[in-house]
């Protein structure tokens, strides 16, 4: 079985960016036409929305509980993708061109948070307390533990130790007054 | 000689030291057989405990043969004892050690100065640990100078394994303290924040001293295994609410007594539970490290005892005071009084009472010391407790 731990710090920066695919795919799907336009890539909006699907689906993979690192592989093999496009728009034809170095800039940054988190993921394996050993015969005791509930009252224990009478839980009726 | 050395943080190797002599008329000097990596050294690894300089030696429970008497120590030792070293060095003679609370010894600390200062007033040297206690090199080495050997040894009979006896320096002691101090009565629940060694030596003492019912709390399964095989009921506090279960445990009320076996490198819940929600909501944000003692203030029944044997090292934030000084709890706390303990249980150890050899998982070389902090502070490889042989 895979190692993954819910809850470190890895695993929800991999959710939050689940949660930043779904956002990012949406978006990608709904205004694929305006985003192309906006970095003067028009014929280019098909692609763009195919794009968002796929950070939709790498989304809820993230997002469904299991292994992120899988996903967070995806997620940066996506980023490498997203660059080689923004790259191929970018050239002084363009007269968007500007827009396209904003887009470049925003998918590096992100990049970056991807294969931190990635590497977040593996390090934290490397480091697993995998398999969990089953200490369940080492009890220290010779006999079951409830065989020896109070073997040691006998034991001393020093007066400056002991609590004082008024503040020991003990049977109402047998209460200091 | 060879020994682990400090050298700054997550940074400890083997190195080699010049060999330890007899200073003081009362020193002896041990050769070590066998060594343990304590929680406490994990505090000096990660850098949380002031008070280190790079070359000191660590390590602070540990055992093996005296090779070397000072004149003013051959009334109580000769070559050939094997001997059990405390933690805790004590002179047996300032006021402190007649009353036996020997960790708070006036005398052995020879950075007693800094300590005034610092603390107000000075507590006892302690080997292996900080300059603040005397900067004393520890055990975790070929050999040791101990310092007021007269009275800083524990000398064992033959028949017992080093294993079984080891954790009467450290752990053994410090469990049995902590459930000592709480007074246990036959009604007690006792609740246990920590089932590291500590937890686990807790966890045994209080069955022993006869609490009605131990509950350990932890998020490490093999650790909560080894709790539940001592007797406790155990709380995974990554899964569900310390809090709640304790209440629903003890009818709503709160357990007697609450022992903090964590100290200051706490973990906070990730899925915030509602008692911590609650605190934080009235007190707004704080530091996590306070959190098992915020915890056990909230939940503890009021009149109840808080046992803290967890490490502290200077300043916490957000305790919430006012509920403890309300609640009327009973605090008790500090370093273990070792040698007030270990004749008592170095006879319960012979009788079979009890073999606190059961929390080691892991016995290795002393060069392979530096590689076993990481695995026992990361719990890599199911790592409970760290046996070291030079
Ligand atoms: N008073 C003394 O004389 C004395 C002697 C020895 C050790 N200590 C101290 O006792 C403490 C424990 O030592 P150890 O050797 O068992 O160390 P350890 O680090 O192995 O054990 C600490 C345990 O606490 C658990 N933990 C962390 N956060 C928690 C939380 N919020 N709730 C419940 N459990 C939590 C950890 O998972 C771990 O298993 C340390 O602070 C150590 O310095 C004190
Ligand atoms: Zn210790
Ligand atoms: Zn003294």
Redesign the pocket.
């Known amino acids: 079985m895979a190692y993954y731990r819910r809850n470190s710090s890895a695993d929800r920066m991999a959710r939050g960016l689940g949660w930043f695919s779904i956002g990012l795919g949406v978006a990608e799907l709904v205004a694929g036409r305006r985003i192309a336009r906006w970095m003067g890539m028009e014929e280019q909006a098909g692609l763009i929305r195919s794009y968002g699907a796929r950070e939709v689906a790498t989304g809820v993979g993230l997002l469904a509980m299991g292994d992120a690192r899988p996903w967070m592989w995806g997620r940066v093999a996506g980023d490498a993708l997203d660059l080689a496009t923004l790259a191929s728009a970018h050239h002084d034809g363009n007269p968007r061109r500007e827009n396209v170095a904003t887009a470049l800039g925003a998918v590096a940054a992100v990049t970056a948070l991807d294969v931190l988190c990635t590497a977040m993921l593996h390090r934290e394996e490397a480091t697993a307390w995998t398999p969990h050993p089953d200490y369940s015969d080492r009890s220290g005791l010779p006999r079951p533990p409830a065989a020896m509930r109070g073997a040691a009252k006998d034991a001393p224990i020093p007066a400056d130790m002991r609590t004082p009478d008024i503040l020991r839980f003990q049977p109402a009726a047998a209460a200091p007054l | 000689m060879k020994a682990l050395v400090w050298h700054g943080t997550a940074d400890i190797r083997y190195d080699t030291v010049p060999d330890p002599e007899i200073e003081q008329p009362r020193d002896a000097i041990v050769k070590v057989t066998s060594c343990a990596i304590?929680?406490?050294d994990?505090?000096l690894y990660d850098h949380f405990m002031p008070g280190m300089e790079k070359g000191d030696i660590m390590g602070h429970e540990f055992m093996g043969e005296v090779v070397d008497v000072g004149a003013e120590a051959k009334s109580a030792l000769k070559v050939g004892d094997r001997v059990v070293v405390p933690f805790t060095i004590w002179c047996g003679e300032c006021d402190q050690c007649r009353r036996g609370n020997y960790s708070v010894c006036e005398r052995s600390n020879r950075n007693k100065a800094m300590a005034d200062k610092l603390f107000g007033h000075t507590t006892a040297g302690l080997f292996g640990y900080t300059h603040l206690t005397g900067g004393y090199a520890g055990g975790q080495a070929e050999y040791v100078r101990v310092p007021f050997a007269d009275r800083t040894h524990v000398k064992i009979p033959d028949g017992l394994t080093d294993e079984q006896v080891l954790f009467l320096g450290?752990?053994f002691p410090?469990g049995w303290q902590a459930a000592a101090q709480c007074d246990i009565q036959p009604t007690d629940t006792l609740a246990i924040?920590?089932?590291?060694?500590?937890?686990q030596m807790t966890i045994r003492s209080a069955v022993l001293l006869g609490a009605k019912q131990v509950i350990a709390?932890?998020?490490?399964p093999e650790?909560l295994s080894m709790a539940k095989a001592g007797g406790a009921i155990t709380i995974n506090?990554e899964e569900e609410s310390v809090v709640e279960r304790l209440n629903e445990l003890t009818g709503g009320k709160g357990p007697e007594k609450c022992i903090d076996?964590?100290?200051?490198e706490?973990?906070?819940t990730a899925t915030l539970d509602s008692m911590y929600d609650r605190a934080k909501q009235a007190l707004a944000l704080e530091s996590d490290r306070a959190?098992?003692l915020r915890e056990m203030m909230y939940v503890c029944r009021p009149a109840g005892t808080l046992s803290i044997?967890?490490?502290y090292g200077g300043l916490i934030d957000k305790v919430p005071f006012g509920m403890s000084m309300n609640k009327g709890l009973t605090w008790r706390m500090?370093?273990?009084h070792v040698n007030r303990w270990t004749d008592d249980l170095l006879r319960r150890i012979q009788e079979g009472q009890i073999d606190p050899s059961f929390v080691i998982t892991h016995t290795v070389g002393l060069a392979d010391g530096p590689g076993m902090y990481q695995t026992f502070r990361d719990k890599q490889d199911g790592c409970i407790k760290v046996v070291l042989k030079p």
């Open positions: 304590c929680g406490s994990l505090h450290d752990i410090t924040w920590g089932c590291g060694p500590v937890g709390i932890d998020r490490v650790r506090f076996a964590v100290g200051m706490a973990h906070a959190h098992v044997p967890g490490v500090g370093q273990t």
